[in-house]
């Protein structure tokens, strides 16, 4: 049965969960538009793509179940969870994948270089598996708390903790859950087992999130 | 039908457990039925079992054959509900028909010509259509409300579950609501839940009271009118003191000759000038709350 409208995902999306992501993508152009000819366009890029976009994706996600103004009305109705979290996540992984791709865009056309990363595959995967790692970190959060601010919480700290002390979780067993390695260090040799470490992780916490999710009573 | 048997709810544990049902027991038909009950008393968290969103801690709920107790089977339920919520959350910058249009897609109605028809259908008959483009930001609590119960009837739902939907309502939509509610009935189980004796006693001819968690009384509104009768006084006094000996106090009226009292208690014997009168829906309710020794907070 149809039980899902990207109309209506779109219409019932908070329009500050747009207008955040916009407003930065902007000050991040601006800034790259500012360096387009020193050796700092680069470090901005990166920045944004490997620190930015993960970042606001997860605090969103914190933010996309719990918030909805009619949660109990979808509760009563037989859309099971794993419909509610694709479509609220769905959207936000979306719309920042559009950023980020308008950024890379942004970059290229200003004369940014992106071989560090070797391929465009890679460079994708740099900011993929960060932002699908913190939105389920900050999904999960939420629905364990039964509380987003929470959610968003952590997902401000592990990526405060892995951003200053990333040298530190580069070089021990952290690598694998350092959610900067693609964006930030593209040579590290153990760049795929912590992609597969990751993604192992974002799926586990997606099914924790949809376990969490059919626990309905817990959020009203 | 809807069968409950020995229902039980808790939410916490240890010091900070709360028994919100307490072996509950009762047996829904089709129709119109009211449950009726202080704040507090338990209503909510049985409105919300019925819709499959709250566990029961133990006991059995079935519905129309429909074990509930089942993840499939409130699936199920699902399938045949229509409900409308005590707090009622909507999405303020859709339209009244775009928000019961959406309720319908995640209801499953698939075919969005039906769907259309649908829609318009059930806010044509809570009195919505010339509204229907409206964004429900700009919508009154009334039609809020109406809002809720088109998504509520969208899916033609068997059973049809509003908890307290009068709450807020001025007293044209009250009518109108309670109207529209007994109109629904006809053909499907409406379970209203509200702690206003005055709509239940205008929609319901079977009702049930209940009270921490149980059921204190189950019958018609007639029998519980009754249960209150030789329970009832008038009392008209110009002293300032208020009566008491175990009476309570139901109304209060300002007239000439001094305050006239309602009172419903045991015995008014105290008050010589006590007139005995006949008793209305809402003293049988305060006498049977009184004698299940639930407090009444009077003036």
Known sequence: MKRFSIKYAFKTYKL???WLPLAIFLLFVLISLFQMDTPQLMNIARSYLAAVVPLLAG?????????????ELRFATPIPAIRTLIERLGLIFIIQSAFALFFQAVIKIIGGDFSMYQSVWRLQLAWIIPTLSLMMLGC????????????????????????????????????????????????????FANHVTLFAISSTLFLVSMALLEQQERYI | MIKINTLTK??????????????????????????????????TTLMRILAGIVNASSGSVNVGGIDINTEAGKMEVKKILGYLPQELGMYPELTAVQFVDYMAILKGLENPAERRKRVDTVLNMVGLSDNANRKIKGFSGGMKRRVGIAQALVNDPKLLIVDEPTAGLDPE???????????????????????????????CRDLAVISRGQV?????????????AGHVWNLTSNTMEKPDHGLTIVSMLHLAEGTQYRMVGESASDYIDAQPVQPGLEDGYVWLMKNAGHAIDTL
């Open chain 1, 59 to 71: 605090i969103l996600a914190a933010y996309s179940i719990l918030e909805d103004p009619a949660l």
């Open chain 2, 10 to 43: 808790n939410y916490g544990t240890g010091a900070k457990k709360v028994q919100a049902l307490n072996g509950l027991d009762l047996v829904i038909g089709q129709g119109m039925f009211g449950l009726l009950g202080p704040n507090g008393a338990g209503k």
């Open chain 2, 216 to 228: 204190i009384f189950r019958g018609s509104p007639t029998e519980l009118t009754q249960a209150a």
């Open chain 2, 173 to 203: 939509e009250r009518i109108r609501f309670r109207n529209l509610l007994v109109n629904l009935a006809a053909d499907r189980t409406v379970l209203l839940s509200t702690h206003i004796v005055e709509d239940i006693g205008q929609t």
């Open chain 1, 16 to 18: 500050d969960q747009l």
């Open chain 1, 140 to 191: 999960s959060c939420s629905l364990l708390a039964a509380n987003s601010t929470i959610g968003a919480l952590m997902v401000g700290m592990v990526w405060l903790v892995e951003l200053i002390a990333r040298g530190w979780f580069a070089q021990n067993f952290g690598k694998y859950f350092l959610v900067f390695m693609g964006p930030l260090m593209p040579d590290h040799p153990d760049l």
